[in-house]
């Protein structure tokens, strides 16, 4: 027979070819094995050794595997490489099975499908996103199954839609089309741009009957067929991944991306909202304000940052939430000691609802209903109605789900084992066969004992010990010198060093009935506990409610914990069109780099004043910094959360867009210069009047000339035509001559000084523009060698004069200037005379007698020599 026309390697090959796309994880025994091309990809990834199967021969099969309970470190590793596993199993106990053993493929996991505590993080929602893309729009569907949220919505364009992926950073993307690929090709690579790793699969065809969901009646009937049809697929794969399960999703949510202020995916990583650029999670927005102590207010949390809203009530109300523990710090604290107990009552619930929960599941769940039911007593405490309102409390009292604790807390032991087969799960009081068994057990060994001291007696040999192991049950065990003494009837069973072991009627008895009251006592332990997660599977959706409450308490009292420790102040969130930041610091910035000397600014724009803010500055004097905390206070307000500043309004933007450094753009091959031009294309073709643009240093990547021009173009624009709340930092100075030609453009520049040679940043914000960019001094921090530092100023001092010698072949900023003919020399000398010129403009010659022009002479050299 050849290797693989055994009746396993059958087995296996019919599960491969259900399976074609996924890794097949093949139980023999107590080994998971991948044959084929699945053990080579895997013995590499996995760093395992790859063997044969029927080595040697022609046929011979490359394998090669892992112990099945090392799999899950395994799974989560090609899980993370963006590959699913499905799992062969064993159907039948091999020891009391006849012939083969039956095999199946009972799970698949994926990365987007996993339930798995190993393969999950915390306070990150596990996304599947499935994609209905047709010729008018986009379906978009989110799943996390691990917490039992579907939710759809329809989406315009491509650009709406990566900006959900970056929102949502999904761990698969499945993608269905109906008809047209244009959109496909555009989206994939879109995709890898953002998310390299995810897997994106093309789905197959939908069928009719898939898209009947059986899912219950108040899923939203407005669904439109994309939504629809996406979030068919997500569930097709959910049947999949768990054939024969229930699908823990009991309804699925509608919601509109124009209820969130659009953060494009350019804006959200410039302003590294959960992620930063060099992979340092402590420098995020989400890392300095998460107090929460839940994951599941972790995982809200890290939402709202993504997600903040557009609607000024909303948004108040969450503030008003925020604002009672804030003032309320008795409660704040009490409320969060509480909540430190309450763990993951959403993903337990689901583990419930999909009968994975362990006896330890449970045991979570009871601690975390009954934390749950105390954090609702203490906030019940609070009396004005107002308030009880803020904090959900309605006519209605909130439900603790106060049955399901009970018989929790009635059934489980204190700490519950990890695998139902370790046993003593129960207190045995729960049940009465429990109870029964338990006593079986413990009066078997009660004659044991009694056994023992009876037979030292009977026959003389005062060591005689009866013991238990595994695998030999219950013996008697004699010492080699005494074995003479032994009664007739014993049967020997063993020799071991220390002596001869045996076994005799009475003790078999005896053992028998200790062990049928164990094994008594094991199966109903297994029925209970069935019984108990299916309980608590049935109260799961109850579970999830009030674990959605819990959620929001623990993100109101970890964002007005922030706002106390850190002194943040609650910001005026209405429609009107001004942002006015007063005394605004850098969230991040404040907390980790510039500790207790952080410098704030305020910042003032109005779509029908001032509107555009053009920075300019020397390097390092703290634009960028000023430009993101600006945008970041603008998310904290809109997510509902108070702000590091000591006051501010914000009539609530749109969308956020920016334009900020392009060197992490590098790596992915593109010109800079292309970047940061297709980065503008994209804040000009979104923005509206409502949206804050934020722009640092357009045009840098291309020569002066285009540079200049192109930056003076989009400030135009900006200004002219979108008319939005704008911050534009940049190099050239001469583009701050904008604010001489609009009412709406003003100038501010960050200071830095020179003193003693040495450059000193104030990152004070002030009023009109700085001319001096301290270029060299800031090369000098930056260590440049003596000898080009000097060379630099002497270059600088000739272009400056606007001689530039020895570089006559190249383009100067004057050259610049004289083309464009748009600038005033901005050298500092000539500013400080321009007086001069005045007075010889006003200057009429002709009535001037020789002896006046003499003296005007006189006057002026010495005038400006005292300058
Ligand atoms: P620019 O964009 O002008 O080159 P950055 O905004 O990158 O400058 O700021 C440079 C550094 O200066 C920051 O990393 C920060 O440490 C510090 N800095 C910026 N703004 C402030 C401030 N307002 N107070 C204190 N330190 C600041």
């Not at 990365?111 to 996304?127: A, F, Q, S």
């Not at 009635?410 to 046993?423: C, I």
């Not at 056994?451 to 003389?460: C, N, P, Y």
């Not at 905390?629 to 809109?638: W, Y």
């Amino acid at each position: 027979m050849s290797a693989k026309d055994t009746p396993v390697m059958r087995q296996h090959a019919e599960a491969k070819r259900a399976h074609p796309q996924r890794i097949v994880f093949f139980r023999l025994g107590d080994f998971y094995e991948m044959f084929g091309a699945d053990a080579v990809y895997a013995a590499k990834a996995l760093d395992l050794v790859l063997t044969s199967r029927n080595k040697g021969a022609p046929d011979e099969i490359p394998m090669c595997g892992v112990p099945h309970h090392a799999a899950h470190a395994h799974i989560a590793r090609l899980l993370e490489l963006g590959k699913s596993v499905a799992l062969c199993e064993q159907l039948a106990d091999p020891s009391k099975c006849k012939g083969i053993v039956p095999r199946e493929v009972v799970r698949v996991i994926s990365p987007g499908m996993t339930t798995d505590r190993e393969h999950l993080d915390d306070g990150v929602n596990n996304w599947l996103m499935a994609l209905e893309l047709s010729a008018t729009d986009i379906g978009l569907a989110l799943m996390d199954i691990s917490t039992g949220e579907l939710s759809v919505a329809r989406l315009e364009n491509t650009t709406e839609l990566l900006a959900e992926v970056c929102r949502a950073h999904p761990r698969e993307i499945l993608v269905g089309v109906e008809g047209q690929t244009a959109r496909t090709a555009e989206l994939e690579s879109g995709v890898r741009l953002i998310l390299p790793n995810v897997t994106q699969r093309q789905d197959d065809e939908l069928d009719p009957s898939e898209l009947a969901w059986g899912l219950p009646e108040d899923t939203p009937v407005e669904l439109t067929v994309t939504e629809r049809r996406a979030a068919a697929r997500a569930l097709r794969l959910a049947r999949t991944c768990r054939p024969g399960k229930v699908i823990p999703v009991e309804r699925i949510i509608r919601w509109d991306p124009r209820d969130s202020v659009v953060i494009d995916e350019i804006a959200q990583r410039h302003l590294e909202l959960v992620d930063s650029a060099n992979g340092d999670k402590q420098t995020t927005l989400l890392s300095v304000i998460d107090q929460t102590q839940t994951p599941l207010g972790a995982r809200l949390l890290r939402r709202w940052v993504l997600s903040p809203l557009r609607d000024s009530g909303r948004i108040r109300r969450r503030l008003d939430r925020v604002e009672l523990f804030v003032v309320q710090s008795r409660l704040r604290t009490d409320v969060r000691e509480e909540l430190k107990s309450v763990g993951d009552l959403e993903r337990l619930a689901t583990r419930a609802a999909l009968h994975e929960a362990t006896p330890r599941d449970l045991g979570g769940l009871r601690d975390g209903l009954r934390a749950a039911a105390r954090v609702v007593e203490v906030l019940e405490n609070v009396g004005v109605a107002s308030e009880r309102e803020a904090l959900g409390f309605g006519e209605v009292s909130v439900d603790v789900v106060a049955d399901l604790f009970a018989e929790l807390e009635r059934a489980l032991v204190e700490r519950p084992p990890a695998q139902p087969k370790d046993g003593a799960i129960f207190q045995s009081e729960y049940d009465a066969q429990l109870c029964e068994c338990d006593e079986l057990r413990r009066s078997g060994t009660e004659r044991i004992i009694a056994l023992e001291s009876e037979l030292k007696a009977g026959t003389g040999i005062a060591s005689l010990k009866l013991r238990y192991t595994r695998v030999f049950g219950w013996y008697a065990e004699v010492p080699r010198g005494q074995v003479a003494r032994v009664p007739a009837d014993w049967r020997r069973k063993q020799t071991v060093a220390t002596g001869e072991r045996y076994t005799f009627a009475r003790l078999d008895d005896l053992a028998d009935r200790i062990q049928h009251a164990e094994e008594r006592h094991r199966e109903r332990e297994l029925e209970l506990l069935e019984q108990l997660v299916s309980l608590a599977g049935r109260a799961s959706s109850r579970v999830k409610t009030i674990a959605a409450k819990l959620a929001r308490w623990d993100v109101a009292t970890s964002l007005a914990e922030v706002a106390h420790r850190f002194d943040y102040c609650r910001p005026e969130v209405d429609e009107d069109d001004i942002l006015d930041i007063e005394e605004g610091r850098h969230p991040v910035v404040e907390r980790l780099v510039a500790k207790g000397r952080f410098v704030p600014n305020s910042c003032t724009l109005s779509m029908s004043a001032e509107r555009m803010w053009l920075l300019t500055g020397p390097n390092m004097a703290g634009k960028s910094t000023l430009l993101r905390q600006t945008a970041l206070c603008a998310i904290l307000a809109q997510m509902g959360a108070y702000v590091p500043a000591r006051r501010m309004r914000i009539g609530v933007v749109d969308r956020i867009l920016s334009r900020v450094g392009a060197s992490d753009n590098l790596a992915r091959g593109d010109s800079t210069f292309m970047v940061e031009m297709r980065e503008t294309t994209k804040i000009l073709r979104t923005a509206t009047r409502r949206s804050l643009v934020i722009l640092d240093e357009i045009g840098r990547g291309t020569s002066t000339f285009d540079g200049l021009a192109i930056a003076w173009a989009v400030g135009e624009y900006l200004d002219a035509v979108v008319g939005c709340r704008v911050l534009f930092a940049t190099h050239y100075h001469e583009l701050t001559e904008l604010a001489a030609r609009s009412d709406h453009i003003g100038n501010r520049s960050v200071s830095a000084q020179e003193v003693d040679g040495e450059l000193v940043f104030l990152h004070r914000l002030v009023s009109g523009s700085v001319s001096h960019s301290y270029g060299v001094a800031v090369a000098k921090l930056a260590g440049l060698p003596e000898r080009v530092l000097a060379r630099a100023r002497a270059l600088l001092k000739s272009f400056e004069e606007g001689t530039p010698r020895g570089l006559e072949k190249s383009q100067t900023a004057g050259d610049a200037k004289r083309q464009l003919g748009l600038f005033e020399p901005k050298d500092p000398m000539l500013e400080q005379s321009r007086w001069i010129v005045e007075e010889l403009r006003e200057l009429r010659t002709d009535a001037l007698t020789p002896l006046e022009a003499l003296s005007l002479l006189d006057q002026w050299k010495k005038r400006l020599l005292s300058q």
